[in-house]
């Protein structure tokens, strides 16, 4: 099984889903279509966790420690059209790497994505594991302490409502935790 070291989050309109994209442990790339209904499934168990984590989640959002930062690439894309992603870590490092690397077409990026049907999620009192289980190829897992965990779910958050989906899956404490915008980033989620 792949371990995902770091992980980009993104709504893309022309699909109406959201893709993962990851770097693994073992220095490849994954990525994945993720349905709003696969979706849902996963934040039900995200948010039921994280909300047991809810006075230490205001307690670090009071002091600035959480939360997504959008960087200009996501700004542009977001401008485009076409997707948007959230960043939360590494964001103009990541934004050199992607120059050095060149620019790969939205279409590559379509074609290469594989539809995710399942995933596991594990939860254990520090950490939360999502184990993404696509259909074509090796299982990968996302393990999260309470801090990358919630970083994730502030960005999907934060996308869900860019896509205009609706919002009744969310509870109202996600937004009041969110509101205090952060000056710190943790690591390796976008």
Do not use: C
């Amino acid at each position: 099984m792949l371990t995902l070291q770091r992980i980009t989050s993104e709504y893309v309109a022309t699909e109406d889903r959201f893709r993962l994209s990851g770097i693994t442990d073992k220095g490849g790339e994954v990525s994945y279509w993720v349905t709003q209904r696969l979706l849902l499934r996963l934040l039900n168990f995200l948010l039921d966790w994280l909300e047991t984590h809810r006075e230490e989640l205001e307690r670090q959002a009071a002091t600035d420690m959480l939360g997504p930062v959008v960087t200009r690439s996501a700004k542009r894309s977001a401008q485009a059209g076409e997707n948007v992603s959230g960043e939360e870590a590494g964001g103009e490092e990541a934004e050199e790497k992607e120059a050095e690397a060149g620019e790969s077409s939205e279409e590559d990026k379509t074609a290469t994505a594989e539809l995710l049907f399942e995933a596991d999620i594990r939860i254990a009192a520090s950490r939360i594991t999502v184990v993404f289980k696509p259909r074509k190829s090796e299982h990968s897992q996302l393990s999260l302490q309470l801090d990358e965990a919630w970083q994730w779910v502030a960005i999907l958050h934060t996308l869900w409502k860019r896509a205009e989906w609706n919002l009744s899956p969310w509870p109202d404490w996600v937004e009041e935790v969110k509101a205090p915008h952060p000056s710190k980033s943790v690591g390796y989620l976008h």
